[in-house]
């Protein structure tokens, strides 16, 4: 434990609260908003639905004829994936044959696309699925050309089994990679690294020989269905252009494929499409579509989670505990998380690794309870069913908001420490670009970090609190009801909101130990 704590004592981000000048009239000002937003959609919850209307404001993204062109080309998918699929090779190997803890695998993996991820899901929705490298490989296998050809595919198109069509798959892959990442520290661990990414690409190819379309994605991908949720609040969108033409339509190509196109991979039906989860931005609908009726749009943030149509008890679930991890990374990386685990270690005797995961269960599960528990206590004094489920949804944009901040600690503090991995890949003491003597250091002072970290949390919070107004309208008539789920819904909200201007203020342990 000696070793831990002298880790984190030489290693941590020095944004304690304690040497920022104005820290009590910047926590003050974030809490003076928190009840400004809180009190604003209090006050119109006896409104007349002003707020549940959703926005149907769009711009066509491939209104300019030229890029539709681009992509409707067969080959679009493939172009769009081959460079993402050759740097993951790269990646690979430099984990399989470079020196354990100072190649460029784990640094890149876990330092810029891990990072780098959610802001991309936040600004574009699903755009990682879209040149995701695994299903690159997965069509290779499986349709063995650039382009896919239903007459040429090959596999057994097996049924996914019943029992698992959920995203219970991937909540289960989902908490083991939180536990191998924080617990088994293989954020610093090239060669580990590399075997879970090469084990990625098996599940993906395997799945794709085996199963009908893309069950992997749908069913059991942990990247695809935490970015599938988080894609709820994205500016970016796959929809219908017309509702007529949609209806008119007698060959509906869009599901069925066409001879140089596959239907949805994810089983979804592209005229139907009101929610960005499922859909992985393929655009074969787009290609298969000979109305040009589909097509990718900008529209306002959070749409999504504006209505309850599709509300699931398995992506409710999944909230949860994306919610839960994503607050668990924040608190291990304070000083009050080794003092926890040194003190289960002492009581228990056993080492680091057993007093985390001790903790790291006692966390999540009492959590999840805690969570449970409220909304049964709630449900008890509303009428109507599924009200939990579907207010589930309402922690998305905040528990995004603070995953976003929490990054971009990690972007602009440690993304300089990628620098001398890509100078020496392999860690051979090798010079490719004459940075040996290069030191890294911030893109961006203490200061404005933790005002980009502020105004993420702030953003996220809104609009938490819009969607469980807008939800609320659509759960109960009752004025009394929809008062009492908010203010119950409200609080903790604010106590999460809290907790994540708390984190900001506090000394981190970063990733970037040993790289």
Same mark, same amino acid.
């Given at each position: 434990m000696k070793e831990t704590t002298q880790i984190y004592d030489n290693w941590c981000l020095p944004s304690s609260s304690e040497i920022i000048k104005y820290a009590g009239l910047e926590q003050g000002i974030l809490l003076l908003l928190f009840v400004l937003i809180g009190l604003v959609f209090a006050f119109r919850l006896k409104g007349k639905n002003s707020l549940s209307i959703v926005s149907s404001y769009r711009y066509n993204l491939l209104s300019n004829s030229y890029l539709l062109k681009i992509v409707k080309s067969k080959y679009f998918s493939f172009s769009i994936r081959f460079l993402p699929a050759l740097l993951f090779v790269f990646i690979l190997i430099t984990g399989f044959y470079g020196r354990k803890y100072t190649s460029l695998a784990a640094g890149f993996t876990w330092l810029f696309w891990w990072t780098l991820l959610i802001y991309f899901v936040a600004f574009a929705g699903k755009v990682f699925c879209a040149v995701c490298p695994w299903d690159f490989f997965a069509n290779l296998f499986q349709f063995g050309w650039f382009h896919k050809l239903k007459k040429s595919s090959s596999g057994l198109n097996l049924k996914w089994p019943k029992a698992l069509k959920n995203v219970y798959p991937a909540i289960f892959f989902f908490v083991v990679l939180t536990w191998l990442e924080l617990g088994f520290d293989i954020t610093r661990n090239s060669y580990f690294t590399a075997w879970l $990414?090469? /084990?990625? +690409?098996?599940?993906? +190819? /395997?799945?794709?020989?085996?199963?009908?379309?893309?069950?992997?994605?749908?069913? =059991? #991908? /942990?990247?695809?269905?935490?970015? &599938? %949720?988080?894609?709820? +609040?994205?500016?970016?969108?796959?929809? !219908?252009?017309n509702s007529q033409v949609c209806t008119a339509c007698k060959t509906k190509e869009c599901i069925t494929g066409t001879t140089a196109t596959t239907p949805c991979p994810t089983f979804e039906?592209?005229?139907? /499409?009101?929610?960005? *989860?499922? #859909? *992985?931005? #393929?655009?074969? #609908?787009?290609?298969s579509c000979d109305k040009d009726n589909l097509s990718l749009f900008l529209r306002p943030p959070g749409v999504d989670l504006e209505k309850i149509k599709t509300s699931r008890k398995d992506e409710s679930v999944l909230a949860y505990v994306m919610l839960i991890l994503t607050f668990f990374h924040g608190i291990t990386m304070t000083k009050y998380w080794f003092t926890w685990t040194a003190y289960i270690g002492n009581i228990a005797n056993v080492n680091y690794q057993w007093s985390f995961t001790i903790l790291m269960l006692?966390?999540?599960? $009492? =959590?999840?309870? %805690?969570? !449970? &528990?409220?909304?049964?206590?709630?449900a008890r004094f509303v009428s109507g069913n599924n009200m939990g489920m579907n207010l589930a949804y309402v922690f998305i944009p905040i528990t995004l908001g603070y995953h976003l901040g929490h990054n971009s600690m990690h972007l602009f503090i440690e993304l300089s420490y990628l620098v001398p991995i890509i100078n020496d890949p392999f860690g051979f003491g090798w010079n490719l670009f004459g940075l040996a003597g290069y030191q890294p250091a911030p893109f961006i002072n203490p200061d404005m970090l933790r005002y980009i970290q502020l105004s993420v949390v702030l953003i996220g919070f809104y609009y938490s609190i819009k969607? %469980?107004?807008?939800? %609320?309208?659509?759960?109960?008539?009752?004025? !009394?009801?929809r008062t009492m789920m908010f203010i119950g819904y409200y609080l903790i909200m604010l106590v999460l909101a809290v907790l994540a201007i708390w984190f900001v203020y506090q000394p981190m342990v970063m990733k970037s130990v040993s790289v």
């Open positions: $990414g090469l /084990l990625m +690409v098996v599940m993906a +190819v /395997l799945s794709a020989l085996i199963f009908e379309r893309r069950s992997f994605c749908r069913y =059991a #991908c /942990l990247v695809g269905r935490v970015s &599938g %949720l988080y894609a709820q +609040v994205s500016p970016v969108e796959l929809r !219908k252009i039906k592209p005229f139907k /499409l009101e929610q960005n *989860t499922y #859909c *992985t931005l #393929c655009t074969e #609908c787009i290609r006692i966390t999540l599960f $009492g =959590a999840y309870f %805690l969570l !449970k &528990g409220f909304e049964l206590f709630i969607a %469980l107004r807008q939800r %609320l309208e659509q759960i109960s008539d009752a004025v !009394k009801e």
